[in-house]
């Protein structure tokens, strides 16, 4: 199962950009700022979620574009094709519309098909950033598994900012409109909780089959801010009502659950190893998600300069990892230097200001 007949339109620097034949191995080359992220980005809307950036949708539409960008690919999978497809309109800019197989069809539905797994530079800050990082990060990973985890996120967000909003309010909120809240807080929240706590496990498993070396091995550990079952749930946010008013804000529940990663054979907090050791850590949870993600869907793994940022033995122990990782794997970089020993099963694109050409 793969990706191929992927097309851009109206996307960041793209105009217009087509890339078809793809294979296993496929490679995005060309100078910093030429529109290699941004093909990145763009297939990782072929699944539920807001991108690798997060970005807002308006700014990833061409300058000058009146109509809005497009994104589509075809997904064969059992001798049969399926054209995935998400795209923005200028009549309705904040809103990401999804197509398959021409039908009108929801974000979550894409994560039915696909299954997407990124590495950036920009995750290089994850252990030593704020815990918000990491929330996002296991969800994001757990919406690869169960693309029902994101309209859970969603929700408990949206009755959060309510339940907040009530508790800064100068009069006593009812009690009525608390339980209320609160009911949909712990419905989604004991869900989100869940998720997490079954994405840390299973991840934890697969990354004990694998080899400790070269990459390092992380240990992981799932902290809920609050009790991770329904009653418990529920009963915290009852019994903290009036702490939670005096400080006008929710003290307890999944928006402070934390991922604790330790280095294992070294016993040490990733945020206190080199940075080597924290880009490896982070090199083998993205393969160990990968193997997971791509169990019964197409698998889809997006590493943005992590070839050129890895020496030379880990840079080989990683093609290793990927060729049996059952993903289509799309890399990118400034030269070909770091994938010589790929670049025979290699499909290779060269990307300049916003054009895509088949090398």
């Known amino acids: 199962m793969a990706l191929d ?49 997060r970005a807002a949708l308006a700014e990833m ?21 399926v054209r995935l497809a998400t795209y923005s309109e200028s009549a309705n800019p904040g ?43 296991m969800d994001r990973l757990a919406l690869a598994l169960d693309p029902q985890h994101a309209s859970h996120a969603a929700r408990y967000d949206a009755a959060l900012r309510e339940r907040n909003r009530l508790l800064t309010d100068r009069r006593e909120p009812e009690s009525g409109w608390l339980d209320a809240i609160e009911a949909q807080m712990v419905r ?65 529940g999944p928006h402070r659950d934390e991922l604790d990663v330790v280095h294992a054979a070294k016993r040490v907090p990733a945020a206190q190893s080199s940075t080597g050791e924290q880009k490896a850590m982070l090199v083998a949870m993205t393969l160990a998600h990968a193997g997971l993600a791509a169990q019964g869907r197409a698998g889809l793994l997006l590493l943005d300069e992590v070839a050129a940022h890895l020496d030379p033995v880990r840079r080989a122990a990683l093609f290793e990892q990927l060729r049996g990782s059952g993903a289509q794997v799309w890399m990118t970089g ?7 020993s790929i670049a025979g099963e290699a499909a290779v694109w060269r990307v300049s200001g916003g054009e895509v050409a088949r090398a």
């Not at 539409?61 to 094709?81: I, K, N, P, W, Y």
């Not at 009790?227 to 400080?247: E, I, M, T």
């Open 5 to 53: 007949r992927i097309s851009l339109t109206g996307f960041r620097n793209h105009a217009a950009s087509d890339l078809a034949g793809t294979t296993r191995f496929n490679l995005l080359v060309g100078e910093n700022g030429a529109g290699k992220t941004n093909v990145l980005e763009a297939l990782s809307l072929l699944a539920p979620g807001r991108g690798l950036r």
């Open 61 to 81: 539409v061409r300058a000058g574009s009146e109509t809005g960008f497009g994104v589509g690919a075809s997904l064969a999978q059992d001798g049969e094709e």
């Open 95 to 137: 809103r990401r519309r999804v197509r398959i197989n021409g039908a009108e069809a929801s974000a979550t539905s894409l994560g039915e098909w696909l299954a997407v797994t990124w590495l950036t530079p920009s995750m290089d800050g994850l252990f030593t950033g704020p815990a918000g990082d990491r929330r996002r990060y």
């Open 188 to 252: 989604h929240g004991s869900a989100l909780m869940q998720g997490r706590a079954r994405l840390v496990e299973t991840l934890a498993v697969r990354l004990a089959e694998m080899p400790a070396e070269p990459f390092a091995r992380p240990a992981l550990t799932y902290n809920p801010g609050a009790p991770d079952h329904a009653d418990g749930l529920s009963q915290a946010l009852f019994d903290n009502r009036k702490r939670d008013r005096a400080a006008q804000r929710t003290l307890a």
């Open 334 to 340: 400034t030269e070909l230097a770091p994938f010589d």
